[in-house]
């Protein structure tokens, strides 16, 4: 708590997005009352955390997820602005971690999964393991609620879809990027899944 967060313009840059895109994950941050952000320039300008990344945070996420006004748009926005970040990160970090155990281990249980939901479950365990990778604890008490809440919304997804090899593909190029070290391409290949599995949301 009280850690001040990279600007726009280089969290843009980092990510390779839009200074809007990161302008509008930061306001879903501090409606959540994550984030405190400040306007103008200076030492005190910028978003600050507020709250500390521990158990209590998911939870509240959660509440707040659930009864508010969020638009779906909101929510992938700011999930795929964490997930960009923790994929550059994770892909600087040696990979003989127990976070790339269970990215492959979650690859392997959507190469067998029989349903959608159980797709979904397996899908969501390996991006939450891709930012856990990152060591980012506010970043992974965030993911868990945003995953909990996109769940439904990522099994209609896989249903409009009719299967799941162009998402594993995806999948496994996020994983080959994290551990060879390429956090660029780790970064585009986070892009194109979440342009591929949310269209009408990310175009």
Not at 32 to 39: A, K, Y
Not at 127 to 146: E, F, K, P, W
Not at 165 to 191: E, Y
């Amino acid at each position: 708590m009280g850690d001040r967060l990279p600007g726009e313009r280089q969290l843009a840059e980092e990510l390779q997005v839009s200074r809007s895109s990161v302008r509008e994950a930061f306001r879903v941050l501090e409606t959540l009352g994550l984030v405190e952000c400040q306007v103008g320039r200076g030492p005190n300008a910028g978003a600050i955390l507020t709250y500390d990344p521990d158990g209590t945070l998911t939870d509240l996420l959660r509440l707040n997820l659930g009864l508010s006004s969020l638009t779906m748009r909101e929510v992938i926005d700011t999930r795929l602005m964490i997930e960009q970040w923790s994929a550059a990160q994770a892909a600087r970090i040696p990979h003989d971690t127990d976070s790339t155990q269970a990215m492959a281990a979650a690859l392997t249980a959507m190469d067998n999964a029989t349903t959608p939901e159980d797709f979904v479950h397996h899908d969501m365990a390996f991006h939450i393991a891709l930012t856990d990778r990152a060591g980012n604890t506010l970043n992974s008490a965030i993911m868990r609620a945003l995953s909990n809440t996109l769940r439904q919304y990522a099994v209609e997804a896989v249903h409009r879809l009719g299967h799941t090899t162009d998402l594993q593909t995806d999948h496994r190029l996020i994983h080959t990027a994290i551990t060879t070290g390429a956090p660029a391409d780790a970064v585009t290949a986070v892009t194109e899944h979440f342009a591929r599995a949310y269209p009408p949301i990310t175009h």
